[in-house]
């Protein structure tokens, strides 16, 4: 099978445009993982698409090549038997990409474009937990109708402002008062319009949600999905800052925590509410005194699949394959414990 692997902010997606560094760097991180873990299974032909800038040694057996715009990119999509994309939740970028590949006919190794519309969605997100009862943050849509300073007054602060479709921490900030919120909502509106490059950018704001801010350990659960179940893998403490933009900085695999089996299984049962999500996902949670609290699915690899390789001896890239393709693994053990940043930088210890 010809696998075209296209991480689309180091991948061409934003040829001959400004890149983001920390969208850059993580972006690198995941693509180089990935493309050693693929070419380690042996029985594919592997294709990385990259901009020029980023054109750094590929693992043996892995062609790197340069794409100049999105006619190169359709070109790969075209020749190849199936896709690994990655690619920002802002501005609709992944759920566009991905409905893309499947007009095209080409499998899609990952969450489909409906699932990725509905996991990426914030806005929405909230209704779909609260039905199958799981805990997520009071949360508002800040509609143009709706006065920011009340509604804040209504969850109670502090809250957090940030991007409906976003990715990572970009445009998200801790307001612990009103008078802070212009400048949170300002930010949200810039990274939300930024758009990154999918296709174009108009600089059109999309929508913002606020939420009640949840005080507690930030953790993520990474897990293997066949579209229609979801097995977890490993539960990842974050380390996030807030102060008060919020940054990742990376985080370590795996957390110990009295929470831990009860993380698992919210996630897990978010998973399965979101039909078409395959391969490797993500799900951040807050663990509150109350308990697990999901706050938003990633519908896409994630930084912490660069520690959890290195907590296994199995290939979670060729296990994620399997996901894809309808069979769900054993979870592997965890032998490690590993570190990793948002650099990508990866520590066992």
């Known amino acids: 099978m010809r696998i075209l692997l296209y991480e689309f902010i180091t991948g061409g997606g934003l040829a001959g445009r400004p890149v983001p560094r920390s969208l850059a760097r993580e972006g690198l991180a995941m693509r180089a993982a990935l493309l050693q873990d693929l070419a380690a299974i042996g029985t594919h032909r592997v294709v990385a698409a990259t901009d020029s800038r980023f054109a750094h040694p590929a693992p043996a057996g892995v062609d790197m090549l340069v794409v ?6 359709d070109a790969l999509i075209r020749n190849s038997d ?67 300073p009340v509604a804040g007054r209504r969850i109670g602060y502090p809250i957090v402002v940030k991007p409906a479709r976003g990715a990572g921490c970009r445009g998200v900030r801790l307001v612990r008062h009103a008078r802070e919120l212009p400048v949170a909502i300002d930010a949200a509106h810039r990274a939300s319009g930024t758009r990154p490059g999918c296709r174009s950018s108009n600089g059109a704001g999309g929508p913002l949600v606020m939420q009640r801010y949840m005080r507690g350990p930030a953790v993520s659960v990474s897990l293997l999905a066949n579209g229609h179940r979801a097995v977890p893998l490993a539960i990842n403490a974050q380390r996030i800052t807030a102060a008060p933009a919020f940054a990742y900085r990376g985080g370590s695999t795996p957390f110990e925590h009295p929470l831990a089996a009860a993380s698992a299984a919210a996630a897990t049962r978010t998973c399965g509410a979101i039909p078409g999500l395959r391969g490797f996902v993500g799900v951040d949670l807050v663990l509150t005194d109350a308990g697990p609290v999901v706050i938003e699915v990633n519908p896409r690899v994630t930084m912490a699949y660069l520690g959890l390789r290195a907590a296994v001896d199995e290939n979670i890239a060729a296990l994620a394959l399997a996901a894809c393709h309808g069979t769900l693994p054993t979870p592997p053990v965890l032998r490690r414990r590993a570190r990793f940043t948002a650099a990508g930088q990866v520590v066992c210890f």
Not at 68 to 73: F, Q, S, W
Not at 88 to 105: D, M
Not at 139 to 148: G, K, Q, R, S
């Open 68 to 73: 100049r715009g999105t006619a190169d990119i």
């Open 82 to 148: 199936a896709v690994w994309l990655i690619a920002p939740e802002t501005g609709r970028c992944l759920e566009r990409l991905a409905a893309g590949i499947e007009r095209s006919g080409t499998m899609l190794l990952g969450p489909d474009a409906a699932a990725v519309r509905i996991a990426a969605d914030k806005s929405r997100l909230p209704r779909r937990l609260a039905r199958i009862g799981i805990d997520h943050p009071e949360t508002l849509v800040l509609a143009p109708a709706v006065n920011a």
